[in-house]
């Protein structure tokens, strides 16, 4: 896979501990593009002592899967990443025993943003359902993969994109009610929203599967009925930031937080900005493109982003593999 920015968004201590890993490629249908992801899934199988991938992980290469009847996490990065951006989360899921698979999001990740919010918002979650039916049907280890028990992260308009796949409804109204009375937030003043309500289509059917919903920061929250998610037969774990400027925690999650009841489960992260919910950045980024050093890979003074991601990934973990009843088979 060739080096690109989102590379150096994201440096990743590689634990001892056996992952397998591939890169695959899901071919298109119907005109539409293939989809890159990559794949993590336990194994039994050597390490090699020197990061093999583009995110800095050490992993057993297309080796074979070890277990039967695994459960399947897909993650959805945000706008403009990829699939090596939730790296740590997606190698803490396999060693936990579940099979995760991360995808780039045709149109809308690094090195291919040729789609507008209008197209991304709602083709996102078919990019979703596209990957598990991949993973459930014609992965060359499908076999393994118990398609009854499926989770799912997104992180800012992944987040967005998880929730609409778990069955959450999209109201342009509400978007562009929002956007009137409050329109210096990020998505209403750089027109984002504006596109989306023009032109945007109707979101899919919800994953069947489903059983789990991780949302860390979902872009447009606001255009969610909360008590329609409150109504889903999904169990939700919500995550904001407190001074998150691009996903204001006040208008985005803590509608949806309010009305969310056990087993699902909401978090406010304090002194955490938007990109809080991703890995460290790679130092060298900040000399190779400081503006998005600025953006992504700054924090607040006294927030330990190390230590946040290691929680973080631990709490998420937990999560998923309680709903996919992970060791209870």
Request: proline share 10%; hydrophobic share 45%.
């Amino acid at each position: 896979m060739p080096l690109r920015l989102a590379t150096l968004l994201t440096v990743v201590a590689a634990p001892a501990l056996a992952t397998g890993f591939q890169f695959v490629e899901i071919p298109g249908i119907a005109g539409t593009p293939p989809i890159e992801a990559a794949v993590w899934y336990p194994s039994d199988a050597p390490l090699p002592e020197e990061p093999n991938t583009p995110f800095g992980q050490a992993v057993a290469m297309h080796v074979p899967v070890d277990g039967r009847e695994l459960p399947l996490v897909v993650i959805s990065h945000g706008d403009g990443g990829w699939f090596g951006g939730h790296a740590p989360l997606a190698r803490a899921l396999a060693e936990a025993g579940v099979i995760a698979v991360a995808l780039n999001h045709p149109g809308n990740s690094d090195g291919d943003e040729t789609a507008p919010p209008s197209r991304w918002i709602t083709e996102r979650p078919h990019h979703l359902s596209r990957v598990v039916d991949y993973m459930r049907r014609d992965w060359r280890d499908s076999a393994h993969v118990d398609a009854t028990r499926v989770g799912a992260f997104g992180f800012s308009a992944g987040g967005h994109s998880v929730l609409a796949a778990s069955g959450a409804e999209m109201s342009l109204d509400r978007i562009a009610a929002h956007c009137a009375a409050t329109p210096t937030e990020f998505v209403c003043r750089t027109g984002m929203a504006a596109d989306v309500v023009d032109n945007a289509g109707p979101l899919p059917a919800p994953l069947p599967g489903l059983r789990a919903t991780v949302a860390a920061a979902p872009g447009f929250g606001f255009g969610f009925d909360p008590a329609q998610v409150a109504g889903l037969d999904v169990a939700i774990q919500l995550w904001g930031a407190a001074e998150d400027e691009r996903v204001p925690q006040q208008g985005n999650i803590a509608p949806l937080a309010a009305v969310l009841a056990p087993p699902s489960e909401a978090h406010v992260v304090e002194a955490a900005g938007h990109f809080a919910f991703r890995p460290p950045c790679n130092p060298l980024l900040e000399q190779a493109n400081p503006r998005v050093w600025d953006m992504a890979c700054t924090d607040a003074r006294g927030f330990n982003r190390d230590a946040f991601q290691a929680h973080f990934n631990r709490t998420v973990v937990q999560f998923l593999t309680a709903h996919l009843d992970v060791g209870n088979r």
